[in-house]
């Protein structure tokens, strides 16, 4: 089992890559463990700010969050201001009042997605929970139930068509799978494949602004 406190560490020491934060995604498919994993990493960075992008994500837009997530959150965010945004009702089906999120040192976005190319710029990490679509999704489907099977028929072909369009897996710098206890971390492609360097040695360039 790695140690989580290490590797909140890690993370904490990397370069900030929006505005004075230091964004970290969690990806991964739907059912795969991401928010419960996204809690304990928070928890172990001495309770960095946890961003859901459930609550950007419409029934009728379960994608298409990525204007919002740039308008609401990482645009402030990179200019060392609190970002507001409203969280979307997924009972009432409208978005609700708004919440803030301050500019902390490890600022985590956990969901389906977080790693997609729109947000990887300005991510100084990206962690990918390494558990196959199936196996997340059938995790999923029982968690939610029978009462939700419609809406998981429609999520997993939409989830489908977002990864084979914008993989995130490919570009992660960490592989993390849930173990009996604890977590395993292992590299992920991008630090295998040498193609993302500059999270590690220190000199990654953030996005204009």
């Not at 959150?73 to 979307?88: C, F, I, K, N, Q």
């Amino acid at each position: 089992m790695d140690d989580l406190a290490r590797h909140a560490e890690e993370l904490a020491a990397l370069p900030p890559s929006c505005g004075p934060v230091r964004l970290v995604a969690v990806d991964g498919h739907a059912g795969s463990g991401k928010s419960t994993f996204a809690a304990r990493l928070a928890a172990a960075l001495g309770g960095a700010p946890v961003l859901h992008l459930d609550d950007l994500a419409t029934h009728e837009e379960l994608f298409g969050w990525a204007g919002r997530l740039r308008d609401q959150v990482l645009l402030p965010l990179s200019r060392g201001e609190t970002a507001r945004y409203a969280p979307y009702d997924w009972t009432e089906r409208r978005f609700g009042p708004a919440r803030t999120l301050e500019p902390a040192p490890v600022v985590l976005v956990e969901g389906v997605g977080a790693g997609r190319r729109e947000v990887r710029p300005w991510l100084a990490a990206l962690c990918w929970m390494e558990l196959g679509r199936e196996e997340s999704w059938e995790r999923g489907r029982r968690r939610d139930g029978s009462a939700l099977t419609g809406f998981w028929d429609g999520w997993t072909r939409a989830e489908e068509r977002h990864f084979a369009e914008d993989p995130s897996r490919p570009h992660a710098d960490a592989l993390v799978r849930q173990l009996p206890v604890g977590y395993g971390w292992s590299p992920g492609p991008a630090v295998t494949a040498g193609v993302n360097r500059d999270v590690t040695d220190g000199s990654r360039i953030g996005p204009s602004r």
